[in-house]
């Protein structure tokens, strides 16, 4: 499974669920929850909709990195393209973003079908080096099942799955689960409802095969949040939301 010692935290679901957000706040609740703790936040996630609610600002993605590469190859550069893959781990810190609590990693645009898989093959491994510097990778994945099948959603400790309360929610949750057996390495697997507006359907709700580790109320805090530009790092400590990541993370012995 996952043989670093990080604990690599990949949050999957259906898009509109508000994945991004959990995301952001697994970050804030590890390093408030365990300070001094070297945390990643790695957005797969094409829309950058992670760095929002983190207060991150992108100047570069592993992306960027890649089409570089790509294009010296393209202009007949073979040797200049080689040097780059060479120092791809170091261009790769140089797209990091440090902050106070937590460093910052955007993937970038989603990638082409083509014939560079190799360059990519090769940055996934960074990134999978990368993992051996921290001791937590939280990664908000594409919404969707595509990007278990590629690039960072390969290995992963702890499998996070988020839905709300639709069928069609708890539906690709359950898709999603059944693609990552087949071809992701992973230790744990659980799953958050998120926004939820009736507590008397939970008892109907359910994933084959993953125990839902926390019911989160739809927060109107949150929500007042994300329409004004805030940061989850601005919600208050009594927050719905927070509780309920503290109360998942507990639950599948991330805290």
């Known amino acids: 499974m996952n043989d670093s010692k990080a604990k690599i935290i990949a949050l999957a679901g259906k898009g509109g669920v508000g994945k991004t957000s959990l995301a952001a706040t697994i970050v804030r609740v590890l390093t408030e929850d365990r300070p001094g703790s070297r945390v990643l936040a790695i957005d797969a996630d094409p829309a950058v909709g992670l760095s929002t609610a983190l207060g991150v600002t992108v100047t570069s993605t592993l992306d960027d990195i890649r089409r570089a590469v790509v294009k010296s190859a393209e202009d007949g550069r073979p040797r200049e393209a080689i040097e780059m893959l060479n120092e791809s781990r170091f261009r790769i810190f140089d797209a990091m973003v440090e902050t106070k609590g937590f460093s910052f990693l955007a993937i970038g645009r989603p990638e082409n079908e083509g014939c560079f898989c190799s360059v990519n093959a090769y ?11 921290f001791d937590y990778v ?51 697997v659980g799953a958050i409802i998120n926004r939820v507006t009736n507590p008397e359907l939970n008892e ?12 989160i109320p739809a927060d109107t805090q949150q929500a007042a949040n994300d329409i004004q530009g805030k940061t989850v790092f601005e919600l208050p400590e009594e927050s719905k939301v927070l509780y309920g990541v503290r109360e998942a993370l507990r639950k599948i012995e991330i805290l």
């Open 138 to 188: 939280v990664i908000d994945g594409e919404a969707g099942v595509e990007q278990i099948q590629r690039r960072v959603m390969e290995k992963v400790s702890h499998l996070i799955l988020i839905s709300d309360q639709s069928r069609k929610g708890t539906h690709v949750a359950e898709t999603i689960k059944a693609v990552a057996d087949e071809l992701v390495m992973y230790d744990r």
């Open 204 to 215: 109907f709700i359910s994933i084959e095969g993953v125990e839902i580790l926390a019911f």
């Open 123 to 133: 940055l996934k491994e960074v990134v999978s080096m990368l993992a051996g510097d």
